[in-house]
């Protein structure tokens, strides 16, 4: 794998991450302001942030600037090195890291490899293959891990949204932590097509967490939509 270093972030040299790369820094500085409004507004809890899906890390060094310790998660094997790099490189020694996925409950999934042939296949979910027997990428539930006095979660996993939320159900419902969960308000057709691939749609997913007590406050950048305790 080869990477190269964009204003200061080690991310993967290919023309994909690249464009993701610079699509999401300029998305994470135009977030941060609302993101602040939000924490102030509707976080008491400064303690422990959750950040599942961090990928290159772009909010997980924001949030561990606003809270006491961070706990992220990343699926792809290559990213999640390059993700290393990164907070080694900004000195957020406040992260707690961990290369594997959350889901349901704790079990192995199939996936394709990350070469460069399938690197492309974009989003998680167009890499796990629930059909195949070949399951040696591993998933744990946030429940089974016990972290304590959780503010805030953030859920970016690319169609996956819905299992983790279920492995988190315990936690959610005693810490009550304000929710960011990617729901793209303009491209939910999109996404859609992503959930389906593992038995549920966008609505379902959005009466899962208001049947919690969740309310929506708002989106960032019409791509996550935040939800915090009614």
Known sequence: MNTYDY???TVIDDPMYKRFAKENVNITKEDIPEMSKIISNHVS?????????CHYGFFTKYLSEQFKTV????????IYKCFETNMEKFKCENVIRYPHGLGEKQRYVATNDWSQKHRRRGPLANHIDPNSENKTQKIKSLDSLKIKDIGLIMIDTEGYELNVMKG???T???YKPVLVLEFHRTKKNNVNNLTQK??????????YVENLGYQSVGYLNKVDQIFVSK
């Open 172 to 174: 959610i419902k005693k």
């Open 168 to 170: 988190a159900i315990n």
């Open 7 to 9: 204003y200061g972030w």
């Open 198 to 207: 593992f038995g549920y749609n966008l609505s379902e997913l959005q009466n």
């Open 71 to 78: 706990h992220a998660f990343d699926f792809n094997n290559d």
């Open 45 to 53: 809890n400064k303690t422990v942030a959750i950040d599942i899906g």
